[in-house]
């Protein structure tokens, strides 16, 4: 019995504020972790959806993240901002930090905000479509816990280390990628472990290094990247620019931090944004010409564009609102009380 | 019988110095491009090496190029230089777009540098390893001609569209990569082709979209990008930020400008720059050590750093020259009389 519980998005975020709320979080920290929770529970991104938010809960139970946290905001340098986020969520440090990168942006062209000591768990695509939203680019990147090989090893280094992009349009929504460098998200792996499924070839080697598609020895050993060396180069370039540049941890460093706890990993995060219309060219309609050629080029054939199946789902849930499992909504019935 | 030129460092650049001018290249230009060649030469990069000559002076001989193009330097905006390489070649643009790229980014903290109009042949390490240089860590991308399919689909769209990265390390080489977003470069099909090899699979499809291995139905067909649909979202992000965001050409415009000259590709370019020095966590020798942890994590497991087998062969050739096919030296020989 796979029951349903459907809900408006007015009520999946009240309910998401009030688990939170009750928890110890501040409204400001509430607010903006349901915000982007909701955000994809309504895209249909399951694994960044209400489902996240026993464990959100769990991190505070363990003493590692500060639910009332008020990140610090600096201008830190011409082109940089810094948001300190003082051990608590990435959401609200996003949210505070973003209207400073817009500013710069606009008056530098490109900028960058740089996040640390946040605790992270969600998709980095609703930060990029906010970038977007003001008719900027934007790319973001941070690192996790060291859960992935490099190329040609077997110990994990890397975390899934994800890295998404956002392209503003004139018409309706930007051209979006998010994705983890690791072969498949590190959820995954624990889904097949729980279902006791086989995992694909080239997502997984055991502790001695050699490929494995079974989940229990994939969790001993080690995930690898997508694409090989390139994805492993990708990975490592995330590790070095959200990590290291930033004055913040790299996957290894966060892994020993949580020091067995399981809970979100606690590091930084880097932002990029760039503003067209102070580049070269800027304001020529080719411009945005091209751009569009590019997607309609793409469309024309069959291929679909990044995110077109998350957008589909947008347009089904502002009109008939979220599903989420029954249990699921049970559970956090309970956790608000 | 293959037998083998041996010149100096010197050597190899004064003669693509000769062969460069002897066909119109300004002495400026000519010192750009010299240096860029005899660097791929050095570090074995043979593709990027005095191979590619013949073809720089075909791209003038067919009146696409300008060998004495005289690039213009302009500070755009608190954080972008642009270089307009007025159709020259892109080394020289790079060259004198690099200090000012510097001094911004050591100003802002984050700055780019968007070069136009130039022709592309050379690798992007030579010019991020020149940011690294500085202590700074540098991002390069460019599109190129349309050749590669995005995932998905069956038509040609993107370029090989490489993306190189490098972050300055206390000793020795920095850390880089260069690799392209196509699964293959383009110069491998046409060896396959030439020497009637089948390629591996994955490389790419014929004209129906279906997988092949026949060099000569994927040169019909389309080449595939690397990592599925994570290269294909990369290679379009490389597309937008090297292309409309720069006021310059797609793979799919710089193909047509080309119009069956098959000469090498007219369009731009983006180099990004970070001064660790100005982003949070400054100076503090830990944000050094976590970074060469993460190197020493990689290369204690026998796995291999990006570029470790270019540096390897940099060794070699500064201690003992650079070896040619014979014929290749009696064609440039020949091209500098």
Redesign the interface.
């Known amino acids: 019995m796979n029951t349903q519980a459907v809900l408006s998005l007015d009520d999946a975020r009240n309910l998401s504020v009030r688990v939170l709320t009750r928890h110890g979080f501040s409204a400001a920290q509430a607010d903006s972790i349901a915000q982007v929770i909701v955000a994809g529970q309504r895209d249909e991104c399951h694994s960044h959806g209400l489902y996240r938010l026993p464990g959100i809960v769990e991190t505070v139970k363990k003493g590692k993240a500060d639910p009332a946290a008020v990140p610090d905001v600096s201008d830190?340098?011409?082109?940089?901002v810094?948001v300190?986020a003082r051990r608590g969520f990435s959401p609200l440090a996003f949210d505070l930090g973003l209207p400073l990168l817009v500013e710069k942006t606009r008056?530098?062209?490109?900028?960058?905000l740089?996040i640390?000591h946040c605790f992270h768990f969600t998709a980095l695509w609703p930060e990029v479509e906010a970038i977007a939203s003001e008719g900027l680019?934007g790319?973001a990147m941070t690192p996790s816990h060291s859960w992935v090989?490099?190329?040609?090893?077997?110990?994990p280094?890397f975390g899934t280390n994800p890295i998404a992009?956002a392209?503003p349009r004139p018409q309706g929504h930007p051209?979006v990628?998010d994705?983890a460098?690791s072969a498949i998200a590190r959820g995954d792996i624990e889904l097949h472990h729980r279902d006791g499924k086989p995992l694909q070839p080239g997502w997984a080697i055991d502790a001695e290094g050699n490929p494995t598609t079974d989940p229990a020895a994939a969790l001993d050993g080690a995930m690898l990247t997508?694409?090989?060396?390139?994805?492993s180069?990708l990975a490592?370039?995330v590790?070095?620019?959200a990590?290291?540049?930033?004055?913040?941890?790299?996957s290894?460093?966060s892994q020993a931090f949580d020091d067995g706890a399981k809970v979100a990993p606690l590091h930084g995060e880097l932002i990029?944004a760039?503003d067209?219309a102070?580049?070269?060219?800027?304001g020529?309609p080719e411009?945005?010409e091209?751009?569009e050629?590019?997607f309609t080029?793409?469309v024309d054939?069959?291929?679909?564009l990044?995110s077109q199946r998350r957008f589909a789902a947008r347009t089904r849930s502002d009109a008939s609102g979220v599903h989420i499992p029954q249990t699921l909504h049970d559970t956090l019935v309970a956790l608000a009380k």
């Open positions: 830190h340098a011409p082109g940089v810094r300190d008056r530098q062209g490109i900028a960058a740089a640390n680019a790319l090989a490099p190329a040609g090893g077997r110990l280094v992009f392209w051209f990628f994705f460098t997508f694409g090989g060396h390139k994805g180069a490592a370039m590790e070095l620019l990590g290291p540049l930033i004055g913040d941890l790299t290894t460093a990029l760039f067209p102070l580049f070269p060219g800027a020529a411009n945005t091209r751009a050629a590019l080029a793409i054939q069959g291929a679909r990044p």
